[in-house]
Nanobody, 123 residues
Framework: QVQLIESGGGLVQAGGSLRLSCAAS????????VGWFRQAPGKEREFVAV????????DFAHSVNGRFMISRDNSKNTVTLQMNSLKPEDTAVYYC????????????????WGQGTQVTVSS
């Protein structure tokens, strides 16, 4: 069993930056594929970024590519999402999720989820 806790959300002006962290306890997090997803009001949850167990493979949604970065520190059981040049359309609740044995951008492939952290970008 893995517990995931997101932190770092908040209110920021357009063009600003935020750093989200996903901290894990329990389980074998260092072998997990970790994804970030987001859900805006009235919209479906969508993929943001994914990182494989080693950190050598990453992928991003087209809408955030070039602005967001994802990294992990397996010694600390954390995954970080650095968000730069934020836009109002980035406003959403951001979730981290973990899965094993598959590298995927599909939220249905993820077994464990955090509770989410709110990101609000004002114009």
């Amino acid at each position: 069993q893995v517990q995931l806790i997101e932190s770092g959300g908040g209110l920021v002006q357009a063009g600003g930056s935020l750093r989200l962290s996903c901290a894990a306890s329990g389980g074998t997090f260092r072998t997990a594929v970790v994804g970030w997803f987001r859900q805006a009001p009235g919209k479906e949850r969508e993929f943001v970024a994914v990182i494989n167990y080693s950190g050598l493979n990453t992928d991003f949604a087209h809408s955030v590519n070039g602005r967001f970065m994802i990294s992990r520190d397996n010694s600390k059981n954390t995954v970080t999402l650095q968000m730069n040049s934020l836009k109002p359309e980035d406003t959403a609740v951001y979730y981290c999720a973990a899965t094993w044995g598959i590298y995927s951008t599909d939220s249905r492939r993820y077994n464990y989820w955090g509770q989410g952290t709110q990101v609000t970008v004002s114009s």
